[in-house]
């Protein structure tokens, strides 16, 4: 009797224990699979399609762009983070939308800052100003004009967003694109504050950051914010006090996040 409580026991903590990967794969299987070849180079993306998807009318589209912990080829880890607020019945209710996560290969990263650390182990980030895309960005820039092309995609309801490596995308995006995007949200991210001007006006922006971020110091955060408002602009700019790198939990818990983008057009 003992031995079969025993095994009960170990099963029921077994399946406790697989049951965050099984949801988190039910929410995975939502998104299909896609790809875009550019030359060489393969960009792998998950799209999610609104509910009762009609060919014949035209949606927003939304770019998410995840963090480095998420490179790689397998065309799953970018859906981490995020993917749970987009699948949520009253959003997709409300704001039917098409809603691309690509992946970063594992030998790029989004933008072209340059990273090393300091003395203490410390990350530092070096924004460039302008530069070359990296292979990442440049297949990226491919897929954007690809779903532009679209016949079912709103080109006045184009937006972008980010977390971290991906934040730092955003921030690239809008300068190479500046007519293309409605809106944009970037959380715990970063740029070059001599980019700021090619965009200031032209994209409405949502910062994000943890007062505490160990990874992407806040003051990233806070120097484009400044720097977004000398050129003219009026970011809204929401810094977590007791936050670390993790802010994008609750900038995707924000319940205007996605009411505040949507209302955007071109």
Same mark, same amino acid.
């Given at each position: ?14 399946? %406790? ?5 099984? !949801?988190? +794969? ?14 060489? &180079?393969?960009?792998? %993306?998950?799209?999610l399609f @609104?509910?009762?998807?009609d @060919?014949?009318?035209? %949606? ?13 080829? =397998?065309?799953? +880890? ?10 949520? &019945?009253?959003?997709?209710? =409300? %704001?039917?939308?098409i809603?691309?996560? @690509? ?9 072209? !800052?340059?990273? &090393?650390?300091s ?25 954007v &004009? ?6 079912f !995609?709103?080109?006045k ?24 995007f ?8 970063? =740029? ?6 090619k965009? +200031? ?11 505490? =971020? ?16 000398? +050129? ?22 924000? @319940? ?11």
């Amino acid at each position: 009797m003992r031995l079969k409580k025993l095994f009960i026991t170990a099963v029921l903590g077994a399946m %406790y224990l697989a049951l965050p990967t099984f !949801v988190q +794969a039910q929410v995975n299987s939502a998104f299909d699979r896609g790809s875009f070849i550019n030359k060489t &180079d393969t960009l792998a %993306y998950r799209i999610l399609f @609104p509910k009762k998807f009609d @060919p014949t009318k035209k %949606y927003p589209l939304l770019f998410v762009l995840h963090g480095a912990g998420e490179r790689g080829k =397998d065309n799953n +880890a970018q859906l981490k983070y995020g993917p749970k607020l987009f699948l949520n &019945d009253t959003i997709r209710q =409300d %704001y039917p939308a098409i809603v691309i996560f @690509p992946q970063c290969p594992a030998n790029s990263f989004w933008s072209n !800052v340059k990273a &090393d650390t300091s003395a203490t182990g410390k990350w530092q980030f070096h924004f460039q100003e302008g530069g070359e895309p990296t292979s990442a960005m440049t297949s990226l820039l491919g897929l954007v &004009d690809q779903m532009l092309d679209k016949p079912f !995609v709103n080109k006045k309801q184009v937006y972008i967003g980010g977390l971290s490596m991906g934040g730092m995308g955003t921030f690239e995006m809008l300068r190479r694109k500046p007519n293309t995007f409605a809106a944009a949200f970037a959380i715990c991210g970063g =740029d070059n504050t001599n980019n700021a001007g090619k965009y +200031a006006k032209k994209v409405p922006l949502w910062i994000f950051h943890g007062a505490k =971020d160990s990874v992407v110091p806040v003051d990233h955060s806070e120097v484009m914010a400044a720097a977004l408002k000398e +050129a003219g602009a009026d970011p809204k700019f929401t810094i977590y006090p007791n936050t670390d790198h993790n802010s994008w939990d609750e900038a995707f818990a924000e @319940p205007q996040l996605l009411p505040w983008l949507f209302s955007h057009h071109k």
